[in-house]
């Protein structure tokens, strides 16, 4: 298959250790996202997979991981875009209060229905609408045409962007987006179909 995305959640950060909502903070990776970034790669190389254009936010524990995946796979001088378009979204005044902190400050379902639905809004912060509205047209603009025209892209992201691009990609609706979570390093691969036609998941078995 020549015409590929393969979206890949950073991994696990500072933040996700200790259980804070992150956001636009911008955390390193800890001893463990190192080691899952590398696990990541490996299992991309070990599906024989290379690619055209590479990537990514404007913060490091995503532009870390792809660092790493690129130099498992052999191309650490891919050619890289790295743009705030997507970041994750801006969690307001929920960014760096730990989950207990928050249930704490504003209530357990308030909290639950900021982190999950896609049209609420924490205060001061984005609801997985308003990160859709500024990734999905990046994604429009910038990677669909690399994939369209004959090559591979890989994006390694953050939680809440990928979310709000799966909504397109899989067809997920709001309600549904609420259950959807993807693990720190997980990735997804999508193959456009050879009329041309849309992306589509696919299970791809290791070359070796």
């Known amino acids: 298959m020549k015409r590929l995305l393969v979206l890949v959640r950073h991994g696990q950060s500072a933040d ?3 259980d804070l909502f992150s956001g636009l903070r911008d955390p390193d990776l800890t001893a463990r996202g190192v080691a899952e970034a590398h696990a990541a790669g490996q299992a991309l190389r070990g599906l024989g997979l290379r690619f055209d254009r590479a990537f990514t936010s404007g913060l490091r524990r995503a532009q870390r991981t792809l660092g790493i995946i690129l130099d498992e796979i052999g191309q650490p001088d891919l050619a890289t875009v790295r743009d705030a378009a997507l970041n994750e979204r801006d969690y307001g005044e929920l960014a760096g209060l730990n989950k207990t902190q928050a249930r704490a400050r504003f209530g357990t379902e308030q909290v639950r229905i ?3 639905s896609y049209h609420e809004t924490p205060p001061g912060g984005e609801s997985l609408a308003d990160t859709a509205a500024r990734v999905w047209p990046f994604y429009e603009r910038e990677i669909a045409p690399v994939v369209a025209a004959g090559g591979r892209a890989l994006l390694v992201g953050h939680g809440n962007a990928l979310r709000s691009m799966l909504m397109r990609l899989d067809g997920v609706d709001p309600t549904s987006i609420e259950e959807v979570n993807i693990g720190t390093a997980q990735f ?3 193959a456009m179909a050879e009329d ?5 998941r696919v299970e791809i078995a290791p070359t070796a």
Do not use: A
Not at 196 to 200: C, D, E, N
């Open 16 to 18: 996700n250790e200790q």
């Open 114 to 116: 900021w982190r999950k």
């Open 188 to 190: 997804l691969i999508y």
């Open 196 to 200: 041309g036609g849309g992306l589509s």
